[in-house]
Nanobody, 118 residues
Framework: QLVESGGGSVQTGGSLRLSCADS????????MGWFRQAPGKEREGVAG???????RYANSVKGRFTISRDNAKNTLYLQMDDLKPEDAAMYYC???????????????WGQGTQVTVS
């Protein structure tokens, strides 16, 4: 089970740190990703990290967002700096044994946490 937290409302240029806690005991075996979906838009990938800590970012967030994982705490993070209004969305974390999973079909998803930027 994946549970996101850390969303909220910030002003343009502000920062937030999202967390995604995994209650499973095999967390370290999974590749993890952050996704977001704004109203009326399709879900998009934001960042991903492999079991070997290889990171990938969407071009729109490179240099502003940082994904990381703490396997000892079974937790995934997304540090978001210099937030822009276009970053406002529901943010979801996902897990899969493959990176990326074929067809984008990640196996496990959280319920999401809302980020608002004004």
């Amino acid at each position: 089970q994946l549970v996101e937290s850390g969303g909220g409302s910030v002003q343009t240029g502000g920062s937030l740190r999202l967390s995604c806690a995994d209650s499973g005991y095999t967390y370290s075996r999974y590749c993890m990703g952050w996704f977001r979906q704004a109203p009326g838009k399709e879900r998009e990938g934001v960042a991903g990290i492999t079991t070997g800590d290889h990171e990938r970012y969407a071009n729109s967030v490179k240099g502003r967002f940082t994904i990381s994982r703490d396997n000892a705490k079974n937790t995934l993070y997304l540090q978001m700096d210099d937030l822009k209004p276009e970053d406002a969305a529901m943010y979801y974390c996902a897990a899969d044994l493959r990176f990326p999973p074929p067809g984008g079909g990640w196996a496990y998803w959280g319920q999401g946490t809302q980020v608002t930027v004004s």
